[in-house]
Structure formats: C-alpha cells, structure tokens
C-alpha cells in the first residue's frame, strides 16, 4: 500500500473511533512530535490522542488494519525515542487524556490513568491523603513508561520501585480486547508489565498503585563539592557508605568532568535524626562541603528535587515545562562491594577524557527495599546491586555527536571491567543485548510475548521479540 493511501485509509480509519488526531503537514503534528531526546526526530505516520478506552481499541484496529506499527506515549521521554516508535512510520498513540484518579484510605491504593506525568501525579496523590509512589523526580516524565520499566526514586530504597508497587494494570491487548493483569489475574502478563511492559505486550490504560504515607516531616540533603582533587575520595565513601545505609536514606551521587561532585538524597524523618546517618560519609569525604539540610513536608521535596525553591506555590507541579536535550545515554550496574581502587580510578580517568556529560549513581544496597523483592518475582531482575550508574553525554552541534557517543562508550567499557554485564531498562540504550536489560526472564518474557501478542503488533527495535 502507498504511503499516501495509507494515510488516508487510516485518517479514515481513526476518524470512526473519534479521538482527536495529528497527521503531517499540520501544526499539530509538528507539535506533537517532540520529544525529550532531540538526537533521531523520527517522523511518525500520525499520532491519535484518545480519552477512552474504545478509543485505544479503535487505533489498535486501525493500526492492524493498514498496517502500520503503532506504539503507546506516556511523558516522551525514551532516550532512544521509542516514545515516537524508534522509526518511522508508526502510529503513536499520545496518552495523555488519561487522567482519572481516585484514591482509597482504607486499601492504601490509588486508581491512576496512564496519561499522567510524575508533577500533577505527586501532587494528586499528596492533595488526596499525603501519600505517594517511590517514582523519580523529573515531573514531566510519563508515568507509564517510568512505571513499566522500573522507577527509581528518592524514596525507593524504603517503598521498593514503583513497578513493585503495581497492583493491577488494565491494558488493551493486541487483540483489541481489554485486559486486567494482577497477582491473582493473568499472572504472567502481571509478572511481565513489571520490568518488561513498556509496549511489548499492549497498550496500559491504567493502574492501581500501592501508596505509602508521606504526612510525617522528611529531609532534603545535598553536600557539593567543585574540585577534582576529591572526586576518588568522595565517590569511596559513597561507595563504603551505600553498603549499609538504613533503607530510610534514598541517595544519588553525583560527578562530572568539570570536577563537580555531591551527594544528594531524602530522609524519610527530621533533620537532627539525619546527622548521625550521614556521619561516616562525611567524616570519610573531602572537607567543607557546600551543605544543605532542610526539613520539609513529601509536596515541598518533591519540588526542592526539581530545583524549585522549597515556597514554591505546589501547583505549579501541574505546570513545570518539557525540556528537550540532545544526548546518547547508557548505563550499567554495580554490585557490591562496590568498584575496586583501580576500579574508581579508571572510571574517573575515562569521565576525564570529555566533556558536556554528567554521571549518578543511584543507591540500591542490601539494606533498601528493592533488593529484598525476590529474583524472578517480577521482570525487573537487578535485584542486587548496590548502585546503578547512568551515563549521560550531549551536544548541540551535529558535528559533535560521534565525539560524544564515542566518549560515553568509551567510558561505559572501562566501566564494564570492574562491574555487571546488566543495564537499566528505563535509560535504555539501542547498542545494549536484551539480556542486559531482562537476563534469565528473557525467556519467560518470550514466552509471554507469543501468547499476548503472536503477530508483535506492538513492537520497537529492543521490545520483546517472539523467539
């Protein structure tokens, strides 16, 4: 079929569904096309933006129908741009009309739609009863994809992932029918969406979330420094120290070629119960760090992680601006106890090596909560690590980009030496296997994949496949 037919046919198609849609040629198209990772701008064939749940079947019909892939998008933010199909072509099906909400005291659940994005979504979930998901604390990221493939936040090493606080999920499946997956239903789906779900097996409508109260006082903690001197000697003690931290401490350390370094982290609890918890790292660490202890309530956190002033009006969680960045980002887990001397050397010796590009290391360890999830209860398999590093190298010249892609690989192989083979699913990169992401679960997420959606209907270039 020509590309020009098929448009048509599927202009024609969606049309019977009444979603409001975007084709190319049109402002909206144009809009609707952009994307947190300037780095491919792949041109999808139209975008569909449903607020019902027919109206997803409609678009999997279509999609089936005149052939042409189609995927769902929750915030955009893909680093390999899958949020756009991860080529041209595809059908995105933008959810962002996908706000329902409810939240129940009793069960300590919360109904969420798939439309929402992290900002809006904490400040639902804070207006509602002061609880919260463990989610990160970019406030424009998606939650479904976020959730779907993990979730780490500043408060996971207490509540767990936020994929390990799906309770059910309701998708449309490749068949068109709408599904409910959870610990009693449709086990493997269940057991899939929970690491794996991001596109592979259907398009989620909605969640139900466990929830955690957040009513109490909690701490913000930043200690900074700007000297590469003491990068070895500060990135050791967040190492020494990550490996026994109590699971109330969610942490990130920070470090860039410029020679800026810091710890930064929640503490589920009042400053002065803080203090003695950060004492061995900062007895260990370089001296005289710029500190920063401020006591807060969950909605004032979650707007001091984005930078906000801790006064800032709440609501503007509902209005925090998409940003774009060109970049090429990977990563890879650490287990513990952690890079060895030489280990910690060659990884700040090869970050020396470029510029324009920042790591963290996110805290995992043995004391938090998502190291004592069972391996193999959910598609989410790194389970003991105690830190993940996401690696991170932009541009704003084209001409830079095999120079910065080059430098952050380069990087991630020294790295490689002295760490796991494994990768973090939800900063995706197109260069990693699959086993990276899913190891052993790869062929049970196969399998899954054969009975849930046999002609890979939904696909991108690193979904689950069907052998």
């Known amino acids: 079929m020509g590309r020009k037919l098929?448009?048509?046919t599927l202009k024609q198609c969606l049309a019977k569904g009444g979603a409001r849609t975007a084709f190319p040629g049109t402002s909206e198209y144009s809009t609707a096309r952009l994307a947190y990772n300037l780095r491919e701008r792949y041109a999808p064939s139209a975008f569909v933006f449903p607020t019902?749940?027919?109206q997803v079947q409609n678009a999997v019909f279509c999609a089936k129908q005149v052939g042409v892939g189609i995927v769902p998008r929750g915030g955009g933010h893909s680093y390999e741009d899958y949020s756009l199909g991860g080529r041209d072509g595809?059908?995105?099906?933008?959810m962002e009309g996908f706000k329902q909400f409810s939240y129940n005291k009793a069960a300590k659940t919360a109904v969420v739609g798939a439309g929402f994005?992290?900002?809006?979504l904490y400040l639902a979930l804070w207006n509602a009863g002061k609880v919260t998901i463990p989610a990160g604390n970019c406030p424009t990221v998606g939650i479904a994809g976020h959730a779907l493939g993990g979730g780490w936040g500043f408060s996971s090493r207490k509540f767990g992932l936020v994929t390990d606080n799906i309770l059910e999920v309701q998708l449309v499946a490749a068949n068109g029918t709408v599904v409910t997956a959870n610990a009693q239903k449709n086990k493997d789906l269940y057991f899939a969406i929970r690491g794996a779900g991001a596109t592979s097996y259907g398009i989620v409508t909605q969640f139900t979330f466990r929830v955690h109260d957040v009513s109490a006082p909690v701490t913000h903690f930043k200690y900074r420094w700007n000297d590469k001197a003491v990068l070895f000697k500060n990135f050791k003690s967040f190492q020494s120290w990550g490996l026994n931290v109590p699971a109330e401490i969610s942490a990130a350390f920070y470090m860039d070629p410029s020679g800026v370094s810091w710890l930064e982290g929640t503490y589920l609890g009042k400053k002065t119960s803080l203090l003695p918890l950060v004492k061995t790292f900062l007895a260990s660490a370089a001296p005289n760090p710029t500190r920063?202890?401020?006591e807060l309530n969950w909605i004032q956190l979650i707007l001091v992680n984005w930078n906000y002033p801790s006064n800032t009006n709440p609501n503007q969680l509902n209005n925090v601006p998409f940003t774009t960045n060109t970049f090429k980002a990977k990563s890879i887990y650490v287990n513990g106890p952690g890079l060895s001397?030489?280990?910690i050397n060659a990884m700040i010796n090869a970050m020396n090596t470029g510029s324009n590009a920042y790591f963290i290391y996110d805290l995992y360890g043995s004391?938090?909560?998502?190291?004592?999830?069972v391996p193999g209860e959910t598609a989410f398999i790194h389970r003991n690590s105690l830190y993940s590093i996401q690696m991170v190298a932009s541009w704003s010249n084209d001409n830079n980009a095999v120079t910065q892609t080059s430098y952050i690989t380069r990087y991630w192989k020294v790295v490689r030496t002295y760490a796991t083979g494994q990768a973090y699913q939800n900063y995706i990169d197109r260069d990693m296997p699959l086993s990276a992401y899913y190891g052993s679960s790869l062929?049970?997420?196969?399998a899954g994949k054969k009975k849930w959606d046999p002609q890979n209907v939904f696909n991108f270039p690193q979904s689950i496949p069907l052998k």
């Open 341 to 343: 001397d030489a280990g």
């Open 292 to 294: 920063v202890e401020e």
């Open 90 to 94: 595809v059908l995105v099906v933008d």
């Open 367 to 373: 004391q938090s909560a998502i190291n004592k999830v």
């Open 117 to 120: 994005r992290l900002g809006p």
């Open 443 to 446: 062929s049970t997420l196969i």
């Open 6 to 8: 098929a448009a048509t």
């Open 52 to 54: 019902t749940v027919a």
